[in-house]
């Protein structure tokens, strides 16, 4: 499934859950109050516990992600870095084999953005990485035969090769980071403290008048953080 159709249906389905939820609770505390059963005082403790565990484990998933934004945006940085020394480097080989290669990197920069502009259609983006890869064996090939040529620099080898070496390298790191989410048992987790922080705050908010703006406020801001 499509990861933007599941985020929404998992969205929709903990809003619907804490409204049914936060319901659950004022109806159990309304039929305690009737019975005449204990205030329950000794319960704040307990909400606040379970609340503060909520707050604290959503803060470290937003942490998380934001290290993960950071780490994505280095990667970016650090690949076009490897691609621009790379490419000066076929200055070291024979001038006559120069083009070739200036033409097969110009296709691969058109190919490398295009494996994440195809996202989140995954079929899309494996075709295109498939195509870099494809360019990326091409270079290499090239590059090793040119470097062997009477007319390259003597250290053309030494030092072009390491760079594509690198270059073709930090794309593996990259598939890697964008496969590096939280794990489900957490998003399971934030699931089901968001769905008890409902039922707990409808139970203390039994006896007083239903206010649909807190109520709803507090289930949509809830949803669409997590």
Known sequence: MD?????????????LGMLLLFEVGRQLRTKELRADHENG???????????????????????????RFDAHRSLIAEEANTIGTAYLR??????????????????YLDARPG??????????????QVHAKTLQAQIWSEAVEASALPGARPDAAKLL????????????????????????IIFALLFVLGLGCS??????????????LHILGFSVVTAITI
């Open 3 to 15: 990861h933007t159709v599941s985020a929404i249906l998992f969205a929709v389905g903990l809003f």
């Open 41 to 67: 005082s000794g319960l704040g403790a307990v909400e606040g516990a379970i609340f503060a565990l909520f707050g604290l484990l959503v803060a470290f998933t937003f942490s998380g992600a934001m290290e």
């Open 90 to 107: 076929l200055d070291l080989l024979p001038p006559d084999v120069q083009p070739v290669l200036r033409g097969l990197f110009r296709s």
């Open 115 to 128: 494996v994440y502009r195809k996202l989140p259609d995954v079929q899309a983006s494996n075709t295109e």
């Open 161 to 184: 090769l390491p760079a594509l070496n690198d270059m073709i390298d930090i794309t593996t790191t990259r598939s890697m980071a964008a496969q590096s989410h939280p794990p489900t």
């Open 199 to 212: 039922l707990f705050a409808g139970y203390g908010a039994a006896g007083s008048r239903r206010s649909w």
